[in-house]
């Protein structure tokens, strides 16, 4: 039996934390600006495609790699947000831009480097795998997991437990009222906006030395994104865990008893938010809600 | 003295007052110009290049209807041509080779998907259709490329379809009877009662539930007749290039209707088929010197478009024409 259930405790849990690590910055969010941002996933293909660049193209060190690409993710979705908020402060078409921006990323990549897929960067870590009560695991998935839940629990506690948190939570609340009250609701959102494009561009360099760099790749973590916010109910931060879990193990679930079928993930990730939506809109949070 | 009282002409249908505008008259004039334009020459590359103008007009007519008027943005629109062009594919690969018999069936099959895919997404408000649209697309590459072989597909798609006519010029004037029959029945449909519905959603539909409207079924309405229409678009597509592959997935399908809907004015539905014509055409051409720097230069210039200029091109020409028309103040 432990033979059995091993795979799937150990694969269901590091992946679910590895969707954590990338819904965190999506959920965040929408969670305090309301913002729908399509661009979210493209940020993980800037971070990916940059560190391919300077490490691999002009042979920069790896670290430094890392270190310009997150922050030139930062600042491409800072430009992003600022841009919209200035000329375009509605929200369909900041769904609009966003999506947008989005394809531009994508075709700029695609004709840079000429369509050419599967290119792959070095890892900042050893990807020999290693035996986990007979499980082979990549220490990549180790150290994503482990981040994810230390940077889980360090967000919460910096938004539920610090001043600027309760100034952040204000914020989400009532963003009129804040203002009234002298907070500078613009330069939280830029906070806000800031600390999710850093979310993402961090996951980035920790997974994709996992797998491979291409133009199509900012759909894979918006899809996760969305749909565990989905599940989780939109905006609500702290459910981001289970409903992290709930999707990786119905996907690892479906694996297992479909293994040939290449790419049913996603599949089975919309058949879940699909099912979520009509059975419970609220998500998870919601349920809470109600209880209490 | 009272003046003799003038006897009133017998009143045309109201439908029809509304319907025929100088507008309305200048684009099925643009249409007709275009098909003999390139009578002289029916297999150029002019021809072709109006072909593929008319298939995103068609695209970019149905998103206005449906997402310009309601302001529920479908993202999920390659989706539904998708949907047509592999239903086409798969008919024709079974046996069926009639050409208005496959865009009958992939117009069906686009308003049943459309319906089911709307029915429950748009019994939320807000963003929960626009997100799950944009998966749909992705969805089905996936699927395609899972079970194409359960699918009974000879490759990753269908080719040796039937074609739509024996020439370029032959298709362009289907396509462009489609485009003024749409054109139509979608300005008059703009103009009833359910446009009007369509537009308040838009505007404010807390407003139109607390009239004791419900919104719903007009919603799901407008997007399954937009979606069979991109179904019908996605099969003319196929049947022009003779495959129904992936690409028909692509996001290109979404990006140029939301250039031309925009360009043309949300919800104006006239407008697509003037920035329809201008989009693609321009794209074609530019495409011939440029190549693939084409596509971002057109993403760049739709970016720029919904930041700075929202309102489109007509938007301005209307109010110029209702400027000049207003008599000088004393």
Known sequence: MAGILAPVVVYGTLFGLTYVLVALGFTLLFGISRVLNLAYGALYMVTAYLIYYLAVELGVNLLVAVVVAIAVAIVVGLAVFLLCVRFAPDPMRFLIVSLLVALLLQYLFEYYFYGETGLIIPGLLPSHEFLFYGVSVSPVYVVTAGVALALLVLLWGWVEWTDYGRTIRATAEDPETAALFGIRVRSVYLVVVAVSSALIALAAALIVPAQEVDPNMWIEPFVIAFVVAVIGGLGKFKWTLPAAFLLSFSQYFVQLEYPTSSSLSDIVAFAVAIGFIIVLPQGIGGIHREAA | ?330
């Open chain 2, 1 to 330: 003295m009272k003046p003799p009282e003038r006897r009133a002409r017998p009143a045309a249908p109201r439908w029809l007052t509304r319907l025929v505008s100088p507008y309305y008259i200048a684009a099925l004039a643009v249409i007709v110009v275009f098909v003999l334009w390139s009578a002289g020459a029916p297999t150029s590359y002019f021809a072709l290049s109006l072909v593929f103008a008319s298939i995103y007009i068609t695209l970019a007519l149905a998103w206005d209807f449906s997402s310009g008027l309601s302001g529920y943005l479908n993202f999920g629109l390659p989706f539904f041509f998708g949907l047509g062009a592999f239903t086409a594919g798969y008919f024709a690969w079974g046996g069926q080779r009639y050409v208005p018999f496959l865009l009958f069936v992939a117009l069906g099959v686009g308003a049943v998907g459309g319906f089911l895919f709307s029915f429950p997404t748009l019994r939320l408000r807000g963003p929960y259709f626009s997100l799950l649209s944009l998966l749909l697309p992705l969805i089905a590459v996936d699927f395609v490329l899972a079970f194409w072989t359960q699918l009974h597909m000879p490759t990753e798609g269908y080719y040796d379809l039937p074609f739509l006519a024996v020439t370029p010029w032959g298709e362009l004037i289907i396509l462009s009877v489609a485009n003024a029959v749409l054109l139509t029945v979608f300005l008059v449909l703009r103009n009833s009662h359910f446009g009007l519905i369509l537009r308040g959603i838009r505007d404010d539909e807390d407003a139109l539930s607390s009239q004791g409207i419900r919104t719903f079924p007009y919603k799901v309405l407008a997007f399954t007749i937009a979606s069979g229409v991109a179904g019908f678009s996605g099969a003319t597509y196929a049947l022009t290039v003779t495959f129904a592959g992936l690409d028909t997935f692509e996001f290109t399908f979404i990006l140029f209707p939301i250039l031309i809907v925009i360009l043309g004015g949300t919800g104006e539905i006239v407008g697509s088929v003037f920035a329809g014509y201008i989009v693609i055409l321009l794209y074609q051409y530019l495409f011939q010197a440029l190549s693939e720097v084409t596509l971002i230069f057109f993403t760049g210039a739709a970016i720029l478009l919904v930041l700075f200029l929202p309102g489109g091109i007509l938007r301005p020409i209307r109010s110029f024409v209702r400027f000049m028309r207003t008599p000088e103040a004393p």
